[in-house]
């Protein structure tokens, strides 16, 4: 079993940034691949940023390559994203995942087993 728990949400305007953070508690962090997702109202949940247990690989989505870094820090179980140059349509609940199954990290969210409540980014203009 996996805990997640995602902090650091808030309003930010156009162009600014937020660090979210998600702890994670149960197996422990450095075992499993982790996932940042994004829902805005009326659309699907998509893919953010995701990073190998080691922190050796990562990938991102197209819409925030080169504003948004995600990082781990597996002796303090947590998971980080910092988003910069923030943008309107950034605005959603992110959500972080754990995807505990072998193979490298995918933007597939039904490999991701164990999510998060959320938390809440608006980005005004």
């Known amino acids: 079993q996996v805990q997640l728990v995602e902090s650091g949400g808030g309003l930010v305007q156009a162009g600014g940034s937020l660090r979210l953070s998600c702890a994670a508690s149960?197996?422990?962090?450095?075992?499993?691949?982790t996932g940042w997702f994004r829902q805005a109202p009326g659309k699907e949940r998509e893919f953010v940023a995701g990073?190998?247990?080691?922190?050796?690989?990562?990938r991102y989505a197209d819409s925030v390559k080169g504003r948004f870094t995600i990082s781990r820090d597996n002796a303090k179980d947590s998971v980080y994203l910092q988003m910069n140059s923030l943008k309107p349509e950034d605005t959603a609940v992110y959500y972080c995942?754990?995807?505990?199954?072998?193979?490298?990290?995918?933007?597939?969210?039904?490999?991701?087993?164990?999510w998060g409540q959320g938390t809440q980014v608006t980005v005004s203009s």
């Open positions: 995942a754990a995807d505990v199954t072998v193979g490298v990290v995918t933007p597939n969210l039904g490999r991701y087993a164990y």
């Open positions: 149960g197996r422990t962090v450095s075992s499993y691949k």
């Open positions: 990073i190998s247990w080691s922190g050796g690989s990562t």
